[in-house]
């Protein structure tokens, strides 16, 4: 199955982006980040940033925008069945220069996960240092780690806004 990446949230303010892989099927079927019940991803968000959860997508965006971070996916487009980092094929990475160029204020960059480190690393070459962290996926497909393990991992973001 062809995937293609959603735009980037963001805004000119933004001085962290955090990246995923590539949305999943779920999160394809509901056009939303992270769209996964299961997936940590906003409930990580909502109680480092100290808000209440909501389950409510245009919330989710702007607790992000707020809080000067940008997220978006390494890869424009790949095939992939299902939704495993692993099964990615063909896959073609996100402009990033031009993304950059864009949001001067950025300084972090945070990967949601090993494969989208790995993603990065190959294909984006940039002119400027960021500092960069890869953390726990916070996909459910992820068990290597517990919930409250990944969340203190991902805990760095308090500290670097």
Known sequence: MKSFSFA?????????????TMPGTKSLELNQYYGHKQNNFWKFLFEILGEEFSPDYET????LIKNHIALWDVLQFCDRVGS???AIKNEIANDFEDFLEKHPKIEYILFN????AAFF?????????????????TSPANASK???DKLKEWSIIQTLL
């Open 60 to 63: 989710r965006k702007k607790l």
């Open 121 to 137: 690393k190959k294909y984006v070459h940039l002119k400027k240092e960021y500092k960069k962290f890869t953390l726990p996926s």
């Open 113 to 116: 996960g090993q494969k989208a």
């Open 84 to 86: 495993l980092d692993s």
């Open 8 to 20: 980037p949230i963001s805004s000119p303010d933004s001085k962290i982006l955090i990246l995923g």
């Open 146 to 148: 517990t919930s409250q």
